[in-house]
């Protein structure tokens, strides 16, 4: 039931670009998208909600692909500030958002 | 400001004792959440409320009990038949339950540690 992410964990230089994905075994309603920082509660990034969708905010992306059941983030041109964890939930006909376990992103200078 | 107050947001128990996490908001949110953090894990999903009086168990719900008698208060406690609850707590709400509308807000956290 909880979505499976992919790396577990990526190290960058600064201004390099990364992938995050997040796959589901169940028929998905809605994807999110969360960033925590160290000892900080998650941070909204955004919401997909239809099959297909892709959003975009400052170089930061996601995509939806509803019939494969998943989402990829996309990190680009990566800042220091990006540095945390990303967390993708999942919303099915339950309506509850279950998360996956998380992907750690590091940014080197 | 609207926001999510949490309370306390250190706390230490021992063995054998029941506690309580407070968790205010004055979003005007319907819906509301616990979920617990472990270690370099991600986020569990404990209780979660879409209306006053109206909870479900989330997938670790065992050890823990909620109530929610007002729209804004959602406390949670954990329960001396939780085995290991050690653990990072967030609260959690967002404007409804209906997929599309629940981008959730949280709170800063309760740390709990059973001694």
């Known amino acids: 039931q909880q979505p499976v992410q992919s790396p577990q964990a990526v190290i960058l230089r600064e201004g390099e670009d990364a992938v995050i994905n997040c796959s589901s075994s169940?028929?998905?309603?809605?994807v999110h998208w969360y960033r925590q920082k160290h000892g900080e509660a998650p941070v909204f990034l955004m919401i997909?909600?239809?099959?297909?969708e892709q959003k975009g905010h400052d170089k930061i992306s996601a995509s939806f692909n509803e019939k494969k059941q998943q989402s990829s983030l996309y990190l680009t041109a990566s800042q220091l500030s990006y540095s945390g964890t990303y967390f993708c939930?999942?919303?099915?006909?339950?309506?509850?958002?279950?998360f996956g376990s998380g992907t750690r992103l590091l940014v080197r200078p | 400001d609207g926001g999510i107050t949490q309370s306390p947001k250190y706390l230490f128990r021992k063995e054998g004792q029941n506690v309580t996490l407070s968790c205010e908001q004055n979003l005007n949110h319907d819906a509301m959440y616990w979920y617990r953090q472990d270690p370099g894990q991600g986020l569990r999903l404990i209780y979660y409320s879409q209306i006053v009086n109206d909870f479900q168990k989330g997938d670790i719900a065992e050890g823990y009990s909620v109530s929610r008698e007002k729209k804004e208060s959602f406390p949670l406690t954990v329960t001396s038949a939780q085995k290991n609850p050690t653990a990072f707590y967030l609260c959690a709400s967002s404007p409804s339950g209906r997929a599309g509308a629940n981008v959730l807000t949280f709170g800063a956290g309760s740390r709990l540690t059973v001694l």
């Open positions: 997909l909600l239809k099959g297909g």
């Open positions: 939930g999942t919303v099915d006909s339950s309506y509850k958002l279950i």
């Open positions: 169940k028929a998905l309603y809605s």
